[in-house]
């Protein structure tokens, strides 16, 4: 059984809206992020939540058009993404996170990463 099991993705167009999911049981106690990853790029964390799913951190090039939001009861945390782009297509991982200063990490010791899902930005 995967850690992290992500859903939610698909083709958008320019200015469209996408809501991610990720639900994982084994994590539900800590601090999630959204990373994204293109091709020959390494993957770049996007969206941080805490672990009482009260505190978010965005990186530069999401900050104002998505929102990482969390259901600890469902174990599930979500990224509402709007005013796609298509700098935004992308493979989407959840996964756990810390924060160095205003930087989205995985921690180190991370490496069960989910299938992730498909983001396409196009017209």
């Known amino acids: 059984q995967l850690p992290f099991v992500e859903s939610g993705g698909g083709l958008v167009q320019p200015g469209g809206s996408l809501r991610l999911s990720c639900v994982s049981s084994?994590?539900?106690?800590?601090?999630i992020g959204w990373f994204r990853q293109t091709p020959g790029n390494d993957r770049e964390g996007i969206a941080y939540?805490?672990?009482?799913?009260?505190?978010?951190t965005y990186a530069d090039s999401v900050k104002g058009r998505f929102t990482i939001s969390g259901d600890l009861a469902k174990n599930t945390v979500y990224l509402q993404m709007n005013s796609l782009k298509s700098d935004d297509t992308a493979v989407y991982y959840c996964?756990?996170?810390?924060?160095?200063?205003?930087?989205?990490?995985?921690?180190?010791?991370?490496?069960?990463w989910g299938q992730g899902t498909q983001v396409t930005v196009s017209s």
């Open positions: 996964a756990p996170a810390q924060l160095d200063r205003q930087t989205i990490l995985a921690p180190p010791w991370f490496a069960s």
């Open positions: 939540i805490n672990l009482s799913r009260t505190a978010t």
């Open positions: 084994r994590y539900a106690a800590y601090a």
